[in-house]
């Protein structure tokens, strides 16, 4: 029971650690180094300027469709 626990943990870990390493790839990080906590800080303020960027994009797609 006790291994079968083990293996449930390092899957577990290898999954985390692939899932870290991908958001590492897909947002930019703001300082080096850049650790779990200022990664996922970088996370939400990238999140944040997209949705901005989003919104800005919208707004000037309804401008330029009423002209």
């Given amino acids: ?16 650690v692939k899932q870290v390493r991908e958001l590492r790839r897909l947002v930019p990080c ?3 180094p850049c650790g779990l906590g200022e990664l996922f800080q970088d996370a939400a303020s990238h999140i944040e300027d997209l949705q901005v960027q989003v919104k800005l ?11």
């Fill in 1 to 16: 029971m006790a291994g079968g626990s083990e293996m449930g943990g390092v899957v577990e870990d290898s999954r985390l």
């Fill in 30 to 32: 703001r300082r080096e």
């Fill in 57 to 67: 994009m919208r707004m000037l797609l309804e401008k330029l469709s009423e002209e």
